[in-house]
């Protein structure tokens, strides 16, 4: 049974709560993280999706308002080879999904979602990149 404030996530703990629509939150991440840049706030908006996700017209919208405005985001894509009904390969003519990133002017990097250490490495790379003023990864 459904509770009434089921998905109100409280104040004060800078979580947008997830979307329905697969890779609409690339939009919204690209919008907070412009208001923080704007604020003087030295924060990055982080979001992500899985491969079907970042074939959507949402994520592209979203990733090239962010690098057109130097937005501090970070967006991260999970390739699990095959969104929903449609293998990776179909989706896109891209060679990886970080190259897709190229087309919005932002870095898009490569790393092996199965070693932990990487992926810290990578964000934390990122969120210096965002916070520095160099804008979205």
């Known amino acids: 049974r459904g509770h009434f404030e089921g998905g109100n996530i409280p104040e004060g703990v800078n979580v947008i709560s997830p979307q329905i629509i697969i890779g ?14 704007k604020r003087g706030e030295k924060k990055v908006a982080i979001t992500y999706t ?6 959507q017209g949402d994520f592209y919208e979203g ?15 999970q390739n699990n080879r095959f969104a929903i009904s449609t293998p990776v390969e179909k989706q896109s003519a891209a060679k990886t999904i970080a190259q897709k990133a190229v087309a919005a002017g932002i870095p898009g990097i490569q790393v092996d979602g199965m070693d932990p250490l990487a992926v810290y490495a990578a964000v934390r790379e990122a969120r210096e990149r965002a916070i520095n003023g160099e804008g979205p990864t």
């Open 50 to 55: 899985g491969d079907g996700g970042a074939s």
């Open 63 to 77: 990733i090239n308002f962010a690098g057109a405005f130097k937005a501090p985001a970070i967006f991260i894509v």
């Open 24 to 37: 609409a939150q690339y939009i919204q991440t690209a919008g907070v993280a412009l208001g923080m840049k």
